[in-house]
């Protein structure tokens, strides 16, 4: 059974840096795909970064240069570093879990990310 789990997320002054974690259990993650999403009320989700299993990453316009998606094979994690933020980052963050050889994707809860002065 897949569980993703997500943390790391609160509430952060503008210009402030959180990090975010994803934890996969199910012995699929070095096999799968990760991408991070979010999502704001009334708003579709949206992607905010993506990394393949081998390591090549994407980013969503509005965070490049402030996000950085990793992941941590030994650890079945990934993260998303998130530094200069703005008031307009604040959403719930999901992650999304796509395993190389299955059509699931798989979902987390979300995380509130709110960033406020």
């Known amino acids: 059974q897949v569980q993703v789990v997500e943390s790391g997320g609160g509430l952060v002054q503008p210009g402030g840096s959180l990090t975010l974690s994803c934890v996969v259990s199910?012995?699929?993650?070095?096999?799968?795909?990760m991408a991070w999403y979010r999502q704001t009320p009334g708003k579709q989700r949206e992607l905010v970064a993506g990394?393949?299993?081998?390591?090549?990453?994407n980013y969503a316009d509005f965070v490049q240069g402030r996000f950085t998606i990793s992941r941590d094979n030994a650890k079945d994690t990934a993260y998303l570093q998130m530094n200069n933020l703005k008031v307009e980052d604040t959403a719930v963050y999901y992650c999304?879990?796509?395993?190389?050889?299955?059509?699931?994707?798989?979902w987390g809860l979300g995380t509130q990310v709110t960033v406020s002065s």
């Open positions: 990394i393949t299993n081998g390591g090549t990453t």
């Open positions: 999304s879990v796509k395993p190389k050889f299955s059509p699931n994707e798989y």
């Open positions: 199910g012995r699929i993650f070095s096999t799968s795909a």
